[in-house]
Structure formats: structure tokens, C-alpha cells
């Protein structure tokens, strides 16, 4: 999700504000009293005071107003608020914005879900050599650990489309690397990005094959094979 996106949600309202800060103001650098101090100004915002004083701000709070003023001007220098000059029929105002804040939680949760992404992928890939010692029998040799490595950090392979060409091999009966990264191949050179699209360029391929072979020959021909039924 694009974080300008993200915020311009935030300020629409369709994003629920005081749950997100309840769950992140920790790992934005915030303590209570700030939290508590921007829940404030979000209140006063709401009932139309873009601008509230810090003695306004302090009488709902257990601060002093000297106390909130030290607080406003901390959020401020931490980029974590800032005071806007507005005019509205030739009148000029200041309100408080919180627009940095919430570029700042959009970056965290952004951040976040990279991580979680990067946790999904790491388990597919330990995933993936675990399925392909077990189709082989034995340990991957460095080589072929190397040659795993490349389809998914060099050519961009999704490990799904990796588990794919494993079974197309398989069911080829020729279960060897080369096949496979020949599989993979073709499957990129034709545009294939899903398995449901190799699905079909491949069953496309054998009866392609099968309609090329003489009709007297009594070899027999491969089956098409769905490798997507577990």
C-alpha cells in the first residue's frame, strides 16, 4: 500500500486513528503523555478547534500548561507535529496538523508488512529445499542448493512456479536440475507468472506433441498430468 495512499485515508477517517496509535505510539518513539496529548488535540480538532491552547489541552490532562507547552514543542521538533498558517475569507489562522505523524505510522506499518512478507518468503524457501530432498531422496548437493539459490534471488522465480516445474519433472521422469531450470525457462520466455498459467502452457505443449507423433507408433504417450491437485 502506497504510503500517500495510506495517509490521505488516515485523514479521510476511513482509518481508525486512536486503535492505530493505541497499538504503534511505542514504536514511533512516543510516551503516554504524548499519545495522550495528540488524542487531545484529535478531540478538539473534531469538535472544530484546530488550534487549542496548551492551557485548553492541560485542563484535560494531569499536566501543567507549562508541562503541555514543553510537550508540543518536543512533538514538533520530532517531526512528529507541526503548526500549519491557514486564511479563510482574508483571515489568517494557525491550526495544528498531524500529517508527519501519520506519514510516520504509515512508514511503521509499511515496514511491518515488509517484514511479515520477507518472513512468508524465507519459510517458502526453506520449504522449498525441504520438498525438492524429499522428491530427490537425498541432501542437495552444493550445486544444486546454488542453482535453487539463483531461480529465486537472480531470475525472480516465484517458489510456487519452482514447486510446479519440480512436479513436471517428476512426472516427466527426469528429475534433474537441468530439466527443471529448462522448464523454468520456457515458462519465463512465454510470460508464464502463475502456476495456473504454466498449468496450461504446459498441457497445451503434450497435446501439441501428441498430435505431432505418427499414428501408427505404438509408443505411449505422456499423460497430461495436473500438478496442481495436491
Same mark, same amino acid.
Given at each position: 500500500?502506497d =504510503? +500517500?495512499?495510506?495517509?490521505?485515508?488516515? /485523514? !479521510?477517517?476511513?482509518?481508525q486513528?486512536?486503535?492505530?496509535?493505541?497499538?504503534?505510539? @511505542?514504536?514511533l518513539g512516543?510516551?503516554e503523555k504524548e499519545?495522550?496529548?495528540?488524542?487531545?488535540i484529535?478531540?478538539?480538532?473534531e469538535?472544530g478547534?484546530?488550534?487549542p491552547?496548551?492551557?485548553?489541552?492541560?485542563e484535560?490532562?494531569?499536566?501543567?500548561?507549562?508541562e503541555?507547552?514543553?510537550i508540543?514543542r518536543k512533538?514538533?521538533?520530532?517531526?512528529m507535529?507541526?503548526?500549519e498558517?491557514?486564511?479563510?475569507?482574508?483571515?489568517?489562522?494557525?491550526?495544528?496538523?498531524?500529517t508527519?505523524?501519520?506519514?510516520?505510522?504509515a512508514e511503521?506499518?509499511m515496514?511491518?508488512?515488509? =517484514? +511479515?512478507?520477507?518472513?512468508?518468503v524465507? /519459510? !517458502?524457501?526453506?520449504?522449498l529445499y525441504?520438498?525438492?530432498?524429499?522428491?530427490?531422496g @537425498?541432501?542437495l548437493?552444493?550445486?544444486?542448493?546454488?542453482?535453487?539459490?539463483?531461480?529465486?534471488?537472480?531470475?525472480?522465480?516465484?517458489?510456487t512456479?519452482?514447486k510446479a516445474?519440480?512436479?513436471?519433472?517428476?512426472?516427466?521422469?527426469?528429475?534433474?536440475?537441468?530439466?527443471?531450470d529448462?522448464?523454468?525457462?520456457?515458462?519465463?520466455?512465454?510470460?508464464?507468472?502463475?502456476?495456473?498459467?504454466?498449468k496450461?502452457?504446459?498441457?497445451k505443449f503434450?497435446?501439441?506433441?501428441?498430435a505431432?507423433?505418427p499414428?501408427?507408433s505404438?509408443?505411449k504417450?505422456?499423460p497430461?498430468?495436473?500438478?496442481l491437485e495436491?
Open positions: 500500500m =504510503q +500517500d495512499m495510506m495517509v490521505s485515508w488516515i /485523514e !479521510a477517517g476511513t482509518i486513528i486512536p486503535v492505530l496509535l493505541m497499538q504503534k505510539y @511505542r514504536s512516543l510516551d499519545l495522550s496529548l495528540i488524542l487531545q484529535l478531540a478538539y480538532k469538535k478547534n484546530v488550534f491552547t496548551p492551557e485548553q489541552i492541560a484535560n490532562m494531569t499536566i501543567t500548561h507549562n503541555c507547552s514543553s508540543l512533538l514538533v521538533q520530532h517531526e507535529l507541526k503548526i498558517q491557514q486564511s479563510d475569507k482574508g483571515l489568517g489562522f494557525d491550526q495544528y496538523s498531524l508527519p505523524l501519520w506519514y510516520k505510522l511503521e506499518m515496514k511491518e508488512r515488509k =517484514q +511479515d512478507n520477507f518472513r512468508n524465507l /519459510e !517458502a524457501e526453506q520449504d525441504t520438498i525438492f530432498e524429499n522428491e530427490f @537425498r541432501p548437493s552444493p550445486m544444486e542448493c546454488e542453482s535453487l539459490a539463483m531461480w529465486i534471488d537472480h531470475d525472480g522465480q516465484d517458489p512456479l519452482i516445474a519440480l512436479k513436471e519433472a517428476v512426472m516427466s521422469n527426469t528429475l534433474n536440475f537441468r530439466y527443471i529448462r522448464i523454468l525457462f520456457e515458462w519465463k520466455k512465454n510470460g508464464i507468472q502463475t502456476v495456473e498459467q504454466a496450461i502452457h504446459s498441457s503434450r497435446q501439441k506433441t501428441k505431432s507423433k499414428t501408427h505404438t509408443s504417450t505422456m497430461v498430468y495436473n500438478w495436491q
